[in-house]
């Protein structure tokens, strides 16, 4: 008798395991994809993420035993922070804005699919981020050399189709240039300057149609041999 019982647990052992991932795969999984409408430099690799206000583009697909399910017809219900978004039938993608108040820092996303077996619900959160912007000033240890050097403004996630529509402010050890391209500065160095020199760098860029983007960077360059 205690052999047989050993004998059934030994089974039941090595066959558990495959009923789990049976059952596992034939569950129905939803996924959310999104993509903010923000601006990114063309160097830029990350994920396009959203500033207050922001534009975003949202879609959900549902896998089920590997297989990508067909969504046509079905109804879709899309929410964000509790509230009603758009829904109806074949409302796979669709587009909204993100909230507006600065202080928000996260859109809450919701779907459900009623019309798929156990009614399929799936929630993620989409950051909101402040606009960024970076001197960029590719120099090795920071040092630079005359008569003249260049550095460049790269902005993020402003609510921009271009960064030429946006205002900038340079300031260089005090003083502001006015550069014919003002995403572009060239810096000329005065002769007779003494290696070792510290050349302060500042950079405020703004989005003119929205007076909460805006944002500052600054730099220290060393002025070489």
């Known amino acids: 008798m205690k052999r047989k019982i050993f ?9 558990a395991p495959f009923l789990g991932a049976r059952a596992q795969s034939s569950s129905a999984q939803m996924y959310i994809t999104w993509k903010a409408q923000t601006y990114i430099p063309p160097i830029y690799t990350g ?12 879609s959900v697909f549902v896998v089920q035993n590997g297989k990508l399910l067909d969504l046509s017809g079905k109804t879709i219900y899309w929410y964000m922070n509790d509230e009603f978004i758009e829904g109806g039938a074949n409302q796979q993608t669709v587009e909204f ?23 399929l619900v799936n929630t993620i959160d ?11 000033a590719p120099f090795p240890r920071n040092a630079v050399a005359g008569p003249s050097f260049r550095v ?11 960064p030429a529509f946006l205002d900038y402010a340079w ?15 060239s810096i000329a160095v005065d002769p007779g300057s003494t290696p070792g020199l510290p050349i302060n760098i500042g950079l405020t860029v703004r989005n003119p149609i929205s007076f909460i983007e805006l944002a500052s ?4 360059l060393i002025l070489g041999q």
Do not use: W
């Open 7 to 15: 004998c059934a647990l030994v089974v039941l052992l090595f066959v």
């Open 47 to 58: 994920k396009t993420l959203p500033t207050a206000g922001s534009r975003v583009t949202a």
């Open 97 to 119: 804005r993100v909230p507006k108040e600065k202080n928000d820092t996260v859109a809450e996303i919701m779907v459900r699919l009623p019309d798929t077996a156990g009614g």
């Open 126 to 136: 989409i950051p909101i981020v402040s606009p960024q912007v970076a001197i960029d």
């Open 152 to 162: 460049r403004a790269r902005a993020y996630f402003f609510n921009t189709p271009s």
């Open 171 to 185: 300031i260089t050890n005090g003083k502001e240039p006015s550069p014919e391209d003002p995403e572009d500065l």
């Open 217 to 220: 960077h600054a730099k220290t």
